[in-house]
């Protein structure tokens, strides 16, 4: 390949780089993947000019390179097309389980998750053992309610890489929701353990011990997080509904308040508010907040059914 493409190529990614804000990882994976290009270039790929919808005979890397450049653009019909093409030219390249991935990508981002699944699961076909794969598919499952299946991945990919961060996330959700507390508090505190400022794993693992009969612990646990992070509304709207629950209204008002001020176009912390006032026998305040809330986007009639 010659000096100019390689630039050219390190150009491309570094725009998709920043775009997708991918992952360090998915970084040298798309690095590896310059890497493949350049040396299909070498042994004798074709390495031609861009392609036109005419030229049928355009190099593997070609279309992929400019597959890249349709997905950065927003050009999600255009990638897809690109990236079949480099598929049929060359199906048993080496890297086709990442096109694959790029496909199951293009087809999330137009709504098609069926179709997307199939891709990342084919591309687990020819790299099982693949992390990136493994993460896709199972956040696709996620988001299609499939947890049991999502818990499977995420398990793969922690039986390949222990210290997964999204991994351990995920999985620690999932048990969560599943209420197996002893399983989700494991993962929490693993990955408390790896990065002790992860606000996603406190906030689970705060949540989790506020369900499960640890009230105290998890109120230190908020407190503590909220003089860590001490511009984060939402903290202030969790530590508002702990005391909520608790029947310590002053406090739960402050703290919602205070969300609301941090963040006034959350309709989420007017619709907590009201329901504070409702249980302080606060009906006209309520009111107000709920009108503010469908303002803000809330739903209308649950907002209506709430003052009832």
Known sequence: MRKWENEKMRKRLSTYIGRYKISKRLWLVLFSHFLIFSFSCSAGFAC??????????????????????????????????????????????PSSYLLLRYLGQVKEQQGDNSKALEYYTAGLALKPKDLELKLCRAALHYRMGSDGRALLDYSDVLDIEPENHEALL???????????????????????????????????????????????????????????????????????????????????????????????????????????????GKRKLARQDTQMAVRLGADAREMAGLLQ
């Open 170 to 280: 995920m999985r620690a959700h999932i048990y969560a929701s599943m209420h197996d507390a002893r399983q989700a508090r494991r993962d929490y505190e693993t990955l408390l353990r790896l990065d002790p400022w992860n606000r996603k794993a406190r906030v689970g693992l705060i949540l989790l011990n506020d369900r499960t009969g640890r009230p105290r612990e998890a109120m230190e646990q908020i407190n503590a997080t909220i003089q860590v992070f001490p511009a984060d509304a939402m903290l202030y709207a969790i530590r508002g509904g702990m005391e909520q629950k608790r029947k310590q209204y002053e406090m739960a008002l402050a703290d919602l308040t205070h969300a609301i001020e941090l963040e006034p176009q959350n309709a989420d912390y007017y619709v907590s508010r009201a329901t504070l006032y409702l249980d302080m």
């Open 48 to 93: 031609g000019k861009p392609i036109t919808h005419s030229q049928t005979q355009a190099s593997y890397s070609e279309l992929v390179m400019q597959g890249i450049d349709a997905m950065t653009s927003d050009s999600l019909v255009q990638a897809d097309s690109l990236f079949r093409m480099a598929l049929k030219l060359q199906p048993s390249h």
